[in-house]
């Protein structure tokens, strides 16, 4: 959605899409705006979790459990009972269930499941982006609230799905959270020190797996070290997204920095630079 910046000031139930890598502070957003009043915070990784990938989740970690003799015949008699815990600020059982490639016995997948893992969340982060509109609505008819939020998954970029981006587009101030340099060097550290599963677009992951493995000589991929090819394949995981980052807000949206957005303090603050944003983009 393009606007002017009195436009914006003036539009009463406002929508924004937050976009950027994770870790470039679009949850510590939404925190401030829904403790401000007045938010409704659709975080799309927790809409995936519960919503879309909640039987796959619970049906793996019940795989596990059968794997113990105890708790498989509590599992068979109906004796226990299995759920995750997911809330918007504990998504660990989706990133568990995304896993990582490589060595089963350092707790790695092969690529054909990972890569059917793959599928299947970006298949449940496309319904839960297009659940978008129908939650604009409810946030307001049903819990009241004037203003949302859509925290989305830092793969959206990866999606290539230009109806999705139009149906995001009508409906939501698209913006984009640019890590600066400093910033950049940052998440990559974090990212080398605690290696997290990622989505990677099937093209990407192919073009990236080869190169890894002549590298480190090889010969195929479950002889993977799971977290050696995390913290090898992130940077160029980031630096690939980047262009489509930017491409997504030149088309249709707005673009801060993680240096401006971490001066935000409070809903009038965050007002102030999507204002800016705007007008900076004229």
Known sequence: MKLSAEQYKTWKNKSITLLGMS??????????????GGWFHYSVDYRIGTRYLGEPILDNI???????????DLLRSDSIHVNNNISVDNLTPVSTFLGKLGNPEKGGLSLKEFKHRQLLHRDAELAALRDVPEYIFKAKAIYGYDKFLNDAGGSLCELEDSQLMNILAENTLVLYVEATKEDEKYLITRAEGDPKPLYYREEF??????????????????????????????????NARIPRYKCIADDHGYTVTTEELARVTDEA??????????????
């Open 23 to 36: 870790g470039v502070g679009k949850t510590r957003l939404a925190n401030i705006l829904r403790r401000g």
């Open 205 to 238: 992951l192919d073009q990236q797996l080869a190169i890894y493995l002549a590298e480190r000589d090889l010969p195929y991929a479950a002889m993977i070290d799971p977290d050696d090819f995390v913290r090898w394949v992130f940077p160029r995981l980031f």
């Open 62 to 72: 019940k795989l596990q459990l059968m794997q113990i003799p105890l708790l498989r």
């Open 269 to 282: 603050s965050f007002h102030n630079l999507v204002e800016f944003a705007i007008a900076r983009s004229d």
